[in-house]
């Protein structure tokens, strides 16, 4: 049970390393490492999925495996959606507080449970719609300063672009749950970086900042631990029961906010950290009964 928590939280670690040094490049009154280069979002997409595409091309050729898998419909689904989400995700890094930009990425697995329901008539419960309320309730809390404020620093469209990053997950989720049973994970983990990296190749060719120094270094560690966080995820949830470690997962929003408020002097109200707080009890809640009821759904 501990190896398992240790492996989630050592990947919640190491998904805000990714997302720190992403709000690092596309900042630059950042006081960290002075004097860097300010990195459009579909850039960092470009590069990290170039990482991604050496690691996993290299693993598949190990294994001897089909690059292109079986199911390629919902593969290229996945890719696609996958894409999408980050590429907004990380403009919300750049335009949002780091705290409120991961909170909202969390949302991701309600709009991964809506989704399931609708394509695979996944049966809501009582317990999963009361968490998805709160998450709600949670969000309006984030947003209410860019509404009541005119001083407010949080923009209301990069809140919505944050929900739709989400949205897209949330696809991307439910794709990886239809694939799973007839493709390799290493197929799956490939088809991202795959559809990402000609079209952010091609927008690279208008809008391209060329990397100097130290930011290949910083360059070359989104894309590294994005497989590290990955792995150790995996190895988490195959290590210990998904309901003990599931609550682990969140514990990247403490460093966002902790960080954001230290070293990018992102200080929030205590409306916005009230909403923070319900959006991840009502991710946390949702998670863990939907996981609990698909392994009792398997047994029975």
């Not at 809140?159 to 949205?167: D, E, K, N, P």
């Not at 088809?191 to 270094?217: H, K, N, R, S």
Request: net charge positive; glycine share 8%; with cysteine.
């Amino acid at each position: 049970m501990i190896r398992g928590i240790v492996y989630m939280i050592l990947s919640g670690l190491s998904f805000f390393v990714i997302n720190f040094f992403v709000k690092i490049l596309g900042n630059p009154a950042q006081p960290i490492i002075p004097n860097l280069q300010t990195y459009p979002a579909h850039e960092l997409v470009f590069f990290r999925s170039l990482v991604s595409f050496v690691i996993s091309a290299f693993i598949i050729k190990q294994k001897g495996l089909n690059l292109f898998g079986n199911n390629r419909r919902w593969l290229f689904l996945r890719g696609s959606a996958g894409m999408v989400a980050l590429t907004i995700f990380f403009l919300t890094l750049h335009k949002l507080p780091l705290a409120i930009a991961s909170t909202l990425q969390y949302l991701s697995p309600i709009f991964t449970v809506l989704i399931a329901q609708q394509l695979f008539k996944e049966k809501v419960t009582p317990v999963q719609i009361m968490s998805s309320f709160l998450a709600f309730i949670g969000v309006l809390f984030i947003g209410a300063p860019s509404l009541l404020e005119t001083n407010s620093t949080i923009d209301p469209f990069w809140l919505v672009m944050g929900i739709i990053s989400a949205l897209f997950s949330g696809i991307a989720y439910n794709a990886i749950g239809k694939l799973k049973k007839t493709e390799e994970p290493i197929n799956i983990v490939i088809y991202f970086p795959m559809i990402a990296l000609p079209i952010t190749g091609v927008w690279c060719l208008f809008d391209f900042t060329v990397p100097v120094g130290i930011e290949w270094l910083l360059l070359l560690i989104i894309g590294i631990f994005t497989q590290i966080a990955q792995i150790l995820m995996t190895k988490a949830f195959l290590a210990t029961e998904t309901a003990i470690v599931a609550p682990f997962q969140y514990i990247g929003a403490i460093y966002a906010l902790l960080s954001g408020w230290f070293i990018f002097d992102e200080s929030l109200g205590l409306i916005p950290v009230t909403g923070i707080t319900l959006v991840l009890i009502g991710v946390l809640i949702g998670t863990i009964f939907r996981k609990k009821k698909l392994a009792s759904t398997k047994i029975s």
